[in-house]
């Protein structure tokens, strides 16, 4: 049973550009999470989602930001017009409705 | 909103001994608190959680205590072994079953051979 999935790994942008970070949740979730870690600190919750819903945004920055998770395919977190303060860790993690949250192994976002 | 406190940031101890961690969590409405072991480009993995009905919960060398009147927990690592060295994470959420978690600072364990 594969865990949550997050790609790409490691993403590096010029100011300006966009950026998409993409996450699969596990098999039977329906819940998905996005959070930012930047550089020796602790995560910060974004963004919480289900299927075709926004459940709570009230962690994302309100400009620039936007996050989707459609009825077929992976939750979309999209930057754009990166700037270097964009840099950062950015995770995944999916749950049941009742349970624990698992995460991916992030996508390291790095804007030059 | 919420706010959670973990202390120390670094923990050094030798192979062997114990380690505990400490958080203070400011909502009153948390009652669900799990910690996350976090290793060198890895995502944070759920090593154990707590909610507010139990005081302390156990799992081999891992035990978590709560005290929701004084709003804090604990985290307790005891035989530490070189392989706990990581970055752990404590975090509350008013629910299992709502998903945003307020994460602690972290805390940077290393532990000595």
């Known amino acids: 049973n594969a865990g949550v999935m997050q790609n790409p790994r490691h993403l590096v942008r010029r100011r300006g550009q966009e950026a998409r970070l993409r996450c699969s949740p596990m098999k039977g979730h329906s819940h998905v999470y996005w959070y930012r870690q930047l550089p020796e600190e602790g995560l910060k919750f974004m963004v919480y989602l289900q299927k075709e819903n926004i459940i709570d945004e009230s962690g994302m920055p309100k400009e620039r930001f936007s996050a989707e998770f459609p009825k077929e395919g992976p939750s979309i977190l999209r930057i754009q017009q990166v700037v270097r303060g964009d840099s950062a860790a950015y995770f995944c993690?999916?749950?049941?409705?009742?349970?624990?949250?698992?995460f991916g192994p992030g996508t390291r976002l790095t804007v030059l | 909103g919420e706010n959670v406190e973990q202390h120390p940031s670094t923990l050094s101890v030798q192979e062997g001994d114990s380690a505990v961690i400490k958080c203070t969590y400011s909502?009153?409405?948390?009652?669900?608190f799990p910690w996350y072991k976090q290793e060198l480009g890895k995502g944070p993995q759920l090593i154990i959680d707590?909610?507010?009905?139990?005081g302390e919960k156990k799992d081999q060398r891992i035990a978590v205590t709560l005290n929701k009147t004084a709003k804090h927990f604990s985290l307790h690592i005891t035989e530490t072994q070189p392989e706990d060295s990581a970055v752990y994470f404590c975090a509350a959420s008013i629910s299992a079953s709502y998903g945003k978690l307020t994460f602690g600072q972290g805390t940077i364990l290393t532990v000595h051979p």
């Open positions: 707590i909610r507010s009905n139990v």
């Open positions: 909502d009153s409405a948390s009652n669900y």
């Open positions: 993690a999916s749950s049941k409705l009742e349970g624990e949250q698992f």
